[in-house]
């Protein structure tokens, strides 16, 4: 598919309107964008989206610009393991009733490796796929919050463009389709395909990003980057639990050991909290079952 076309992202539905969804929701109405639509199968979470950040509710999934996936990957019963059955139940209620041909399907989640191409075999690449994996941390929103920079990554280089025109890219001028260009925070963009007259005024989300060329890279540096922290922490605890069995100050063996320049032992906490990081790391081990 030919990215030649003057999509203006302006319809916006997030799907999963949890911890990550719900923050993300109002991100994009924050950033100027007057048709944000939250979906969740909870009626919880989608009365909390409407009440407390004025999010619409969509009945159906027909006419959206944009489709942001934050949906849970875990099975339902057990936290610990990934699952993206739900995931890509949604995909096919997406592939069914969008009727806007080129709208991008961004997935946020954090997914397997080989899912986005799951997601882009079933849209048929009548919308563009991309991975924009996150880095929202609940307890330092301020700092690490929705606006920080990403890795993003596309099925095909239209749906990166697609995906880097929507989120707001970081380089300064990248070419959209023949005759289109983004700039730094591209928030207008002059397409010789229009009206010579009249330049574009196209929203973005004014998000740093990374793009990668591949998209399994954008998949696999969310789940590596998870799998590395969950190995810091448990190299943390269990040299904590060494020092404990063999009457050893912790503290002070930590301080000792971060005096070198490559060393940096973490404060044990109580085991690995969260469901995030054993769930990610478990991705490793899930490709085959896509
Ligand atoms: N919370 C974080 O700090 C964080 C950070 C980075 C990435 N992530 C990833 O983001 C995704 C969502 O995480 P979360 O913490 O928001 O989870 P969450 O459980 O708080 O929210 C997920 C929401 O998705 C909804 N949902 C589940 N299946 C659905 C379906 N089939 N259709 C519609 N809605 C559905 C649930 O009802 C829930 O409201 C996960 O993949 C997670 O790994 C989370």
Redesign the pocket.
């Known amino acids: 598919m030919n990215n030649n076309n003057k999509t203006q992202f302006q319809k916006v539905l997030i799907?999963?309107?949890?911890?990550?969804?719900l923050p993300v929701a109002k991100y994009v109405k924050e950033k100027g964008f007057d048709n944000v639509y939250g979906?969740?199968?909870?009626p919880k979470?989608m009365e909390r989206a409407e009440k407390t950040a004025g999010i619409k509710l969509a009945n159906d999934f027909s006419d959206f610009d944009v489709y942001i996936l934050?949906?849970?990957?875990?099975k339902p019963d057990d936290i610990f393991t990934p699952q993206i059955e739900?995931?890509l139940?949604?995909v096919d209620r997406i592939s069914k009733e969008a009727k806007r041909n080129r709208a991008l399907v961004s997935i946020?989640?954090?997914?397997p490796r080989g899912t986005s191409n799951k997601v882009f075999e079933m849209l048929n690449h009548r919308l563009h796929v991309a991975h924009a994996?996150?880095?929202?941390?609940?307890l330092e929103e301020k700092e690490h919050g929705v606006n920080q920079l990403r890795v993003v990554g596309g099925v095909c280089n239209c749906c990166l463009e697609a995906a880097m025109q929507f989120y707001g890219g970081n380089s300064s001028e990248r070419v959209v389709g023949d005759n289109s260009s983004i700039t730094a925070n591209n928030t207008i963009i002059t397409d010789g395909n229009d009206n010579e007259n009249s330049p574009i005024t196209r929203k973005s989300l004014g998000v740093p990003m990374h793009p990668v060329s591949k998209i399994e890279t954008a998949e696999l540096s969310?789940i590596a980057e998870n799998a590395h922290r969950y190995l810091q922490i448990a190299f943390a605890e269990d040299l904590y639990l060494y020092c404990q069995t063999n009457n050893i100050n912790f503290s002070e063996l930590r301080n000792a050991l971060n005096t070198k320049w490559n060393v940096e032992i973490l404060e044990p906490r109580e085991g690995i909290g969260?469901?995030?990081l054993p769930?990610?790391t478990k991705c490793f081990c899930n490709h085959q079952n896509l």
């Open positions: 799907i999963g309107l949890g911890q990550l969804g979906y969740d199968i909870s979470a934050c949906v849970s990957t875990h739900g995931l139940s949604i946020e989640s954090t997914i994996p996150h880095r929202w941390y609940a969310k969260g469901h995030c769930k990610n």
